[in-house]
Structures are given as C-alpha cells and as structure tokens.
C-alpha cells in the first residue's frame, strides 16, 4: 500500500491552554507515522465556513454535525481577534485510520464519567457535556483535535489548508499587548536527536516550555541545510578553538610524552597548540554541524550547500514578557550534566553537543537566528501540494 498523507488540526482552546505538547506526544506514540510538517496560523471566518461547510456534508451524523458547528463558531475570529490553531501534516500508511485512532472518536450519547479512562487524546483534552435533564441535549463541546476519516477526506481538507496558507507568513501576530517594548521574542529547535524514532520527548520538551506562559507565535518542521547549519553554528567555531584548542594541545603532549618517553619544549607543545588542537577543535564545530544537518563540511562540495539536510528539527517562536530568559531557565546548562534538575536538558541531553534543544540567548541572537532559518517561511503548504498533485 502507498503512503499517503493526513493531518490532525489542533483547536485554539488546547493552543491557548498549552496542552500542544502532550497532544503531540500521543501522535507521535501511538502513530509509525512521520511527522512532516506543523504550522501554527490564524483561520479567518471565511475559512472557517468553508471547513464547517466541507464537515457538514459527508454525513448526517451526530458527530460531524456537532463538529461542523463547532468549527463555525469557534475556530474563526471572536471579539475582532483571530485566535492560533495548529496544523499537523502526518505521512505513512494508513494515515487516516492511525490518527484517527490516536485523537479517539467522539461519543454521540451520554457516557459516564467514570467510564472515560483517557487513553486517546479526546479522552484526555476534550469535554461533551450533556444536560442533566435531557441526555439528547449538548450543553458544552470541545474537540480538542480535528482529524479526517478516510484519505479522500483528508486530500479535500488539504487542499483547503494549502489554498489558505499559501503565502502566508508563518508567525502569527494576533495579540496587542498593554506593554509592547516588554515583549520578546525567542527561537527553539528541538534538535534531531529527538526525531530518529517515534516518541514522546518532542511534545514533553514543549510541554515543560509550556509552564513559562509565553505564546507560540511560529512552528515549523526544518532540515538544515549545510550552509544554514554554518552559518547558525559560525559563532562557536571560535569560542572553541579559543576554549578547546590548548586543551588539546596539551593532551597530545601528554600522550606523545608518555609514548616517546622524553619531554616536549614549550615551543613544540604552542606550536602542538596551534595546529593539532585547533584541528581538533574544527572537529567538533564540523561535529556540531553534521549533527544539525546530517552533512560533514569537509566531505561536501559548494553545490551541496543548499540542499535540504539529512536530519529533522523542529523550530518554535515564543512570545512574551522576558522571553529569552525565561526559555532559557526551562532549558538548562549547555552541558546536560551540570544543568539543574527539572531542566529540558537535564532531562533528555546526552552531552554539550547533543544537548536536545537550543534557544536563543538574546534578543539580537533572536534576530540572527530567525533570518537564517527563514522562520517566516513554512513549507507545509508545498509539502501539502505535491501530495495532492499525485493523489
């Protein structure tokens, strides 16, 4: 069977209640599916008929029908104000069928509290409350997720997503705070590490940013390219050849010095220092890239610098008051061994280069950053074409 592709649109309430995390580690746990792309964006009322509309008419029954309404009503603009939703491109087989699955069903009738047990994301994060005095009577509903049945549904939807999105930028400015020159803006990558097999850690490392209260404003799923990755990293070249290279001068004279049995002069271990350790220390800073991308700088030609990378990451736009520092406490020490416990990194690092997770640590390193990834640029809307193209 052929691969397809589906999504999972998750809603503006469990945006704005920060529950993105952990709906993205039950996709990614009970799912082999890839997760190929995620966009946060603002649906406009005319966007939001259109998908209530497209609900409506695949089948009379209770459920579309309730969420054909819900859609109408809530995820458009309210007061003004646009509110943030989040789209989630899956790929593999049988797409519909396992998010389907993963986000559970909807219950059309009266179902005991106690008999709920919260094993899909619909039994954990949304709510269908009926009235007491009449158990056909929806007083209260919230999804939580949005996910199609069957492919031909979910290549209709996609459509739809990508004649929206298109073009669009990929930050969502949809709030006008009291106090603006207190806002800041910070840039995450959840680094590769945490994308070679299914698992919970991407949604737990945005769950633990979660207890900052900032917003996402931005998501994407990126691969660096070889020459994003340099210039991203350019600036720790030289912190570790000034920080690395001595080091390892001296450890290569120890070793020669054990070996031959005689003493190395001062002039030979600087001139040790100067070249073997600031070799090495080139090692690590063509490590740190081809962790990033997936390619070595020094077994790649120019004409591949510009190619999409071999390695996943995931990058995210926070907002708010203090951003950069408050991003940073949650994200812990550069080396996982020495930051505090309860940190991303204390929690998932393996050491100072597979550390998990980046942030910014200024805003200026923001600006930088957000440049080189192009962070106002998503390509879900592509990706979304060229599978539709060949459905």
Known sequence: MSEGLSYVLVTPYTVAKSRTGGVLSRLMMRTDLELVGAQIFAPDQDFADRYSLSLRERAPQNQLVLLADYVKQYLGPSGGRPHRSLLLLFRGENPCEQ???ACGHLYTKHVEVDALVGETIRDTYSDLIFSADNPDEVRYFEPAVLTPRKQDE?????????????????????????????IERTLVIIKP????????RPGAIIDMFSRTG?????????????????????????VLKEKLAQNFGKKAIELLQKEFHFTISKELGNLLGASFGAECARDQFHQIVEF????????????????????????????????????????????PHQASYGTVRREFGSNVMVNTA????????????????????????????????KA
């Open 193 to 200: 590490d945490n994308w070679i097999h299914n698992s919970s």
């Open 154 to 182: 979910a290549n209709n939807d996609l459509r739809m997503f990508a004649d929206f999105l298109g073009g669009r930028e990929n930050l969502v400015q949809n709030v006008v705070y009291p106090d603006p020159e207190k």
């Open 99 to 101: 998010l389907l699955n």
């Open 214 to 238: 900032l917003r996402i404003i931005g998501i994407k799923v990126h691969r660096f390219s070889l020459a994003q990755a340099l210039e991203f990293y350019g600036p720790v070249e030289a």
């Open 358 to 389: 980046h942030a910014s640590d200024s805003s200026e390193s923001y600006e930088r950053e957000q440049k080189i990834v192009r962070i106002n640029q998503n390509s879900l809307s592509t990706i979304i074409m060229d599978h539709v193209g």
């Open 292 to 335: 990033m991308s997936g390619k070595r700088p020094n077994e790649n030609t120019t004409e591949d610098l510009d190619e999409k990378g071999e390695t996943k990451s995931m990058i995210l736009v926070y907002e708010g008051e203090g951003a950069v520092n408050k991003i940073r406490d949650v994200l812990g020490a550069t080396d």
